[in-house]
């Protein structure tokens, strides 16, 4: 298995909804990633589990909150978010500072 | 401070016509430089992985080289189906958790 699969593909929701992104990856990598991506920007670094264990936050505002429950798991909880956080959502991971496998994303719009 | 710089921004080509894309860096101690391609609403797919001056890696109509200072991605005879925006990252050696990514180029080919 050489993917990092992404769940939901699509999501809506509203500014008081709490919902969450789910990223699964079963080669056996030990970092993971939050990427935020605008359209027609590069992707943005929010978090980086290595070895299980939150080793980057991008200065993300408190709405979004990260969870590694295992190491091939990694969730992005998301709270009273706001129209400008609509974006593409990647996870990846690699080996520990190798490169990256990233998901195809979650499209995600908030109204 | 690292940072990348991809050009040109935009690039159109007819079918078959062969060209380059750039991309400039700097960064303190180079462990590595990636190129990725991403299609619109996806994630960014690995192409490949440049460690060291005078390196080069192909991949059918792809072919990318390494510099001190940059490294292209020639792209011989295209196809419409390599439309899409190719993405160059380099990772420092001082913080392997990071991809520090270009704002990449658009490339559209067309028959």
């Known amino acids: 298995d050489t993917e990092v699969t992404q769940t939901p593909k699509h999501l809506v929701m509203g500014m008081t909804n709490k919902k969450s992104l789910k990223c699964e990856q079963h080669m056996g990598h030990r970092a993971m990633y939050w990427y935020k991506q605008k359209a027609k920007k590069p992707p943005e670094l929010m978090f980086v589990y290595s070895y299980e264990k939150l080793s980057i936050n991008e200065s993300v505002p408190s709405r979004f909150s990260p969870e590694c429950p295992n190491s091939s798991l990694l969730n992005l909880h998301l709270h009273a978010l706001q129209p400008e956080d609509s974006a593409l959502y990647l996870c990846?991971?690699?080996?520990?500072?190798?490169?990256?496998?990233f998901g195809s994303g979650t499209r995600l719009t908030v109204v | 401070e690292d940072q990348v710089t991809q050009s040109p921004e935009a690039l159109r080509l007819q079918e078959g016509e062969s060209s380059s894309l750039n991309c400039s860096y700097t960064v303190s101690g180079l462990r590595g430089l990636f190129w990725y391609r991403q299609d619109p609403g996806k994630g960014p797919e690995f192409l490949f992985t440049?460690?060291?001056a005078g390196e080069e890696k192909e991949k059918e109509r792809l072919k990318a080289t390494l510099t001190k200072k940059e490294s292209f991605l020639h792209i011989t005879a295209p196809k419409p189906e390599d439309s899409a925006t190719y993405l160059c990252?380099?990772?420092?050696?001082?913080?392997?958790?990071?991809?520090?990514f270009g704002t990449g180029t658009r490339l559209q080919v067309f028959p």
């Open positions: 990846a991971s690699s080996q520990v500072g190798d490169g990256y496998t």
């Open positions: 440049l460690y060291s």
């Open positions: 990252a380099v990772q420092a050696w001082v913080d392997t958790d990071k991809l520090i």
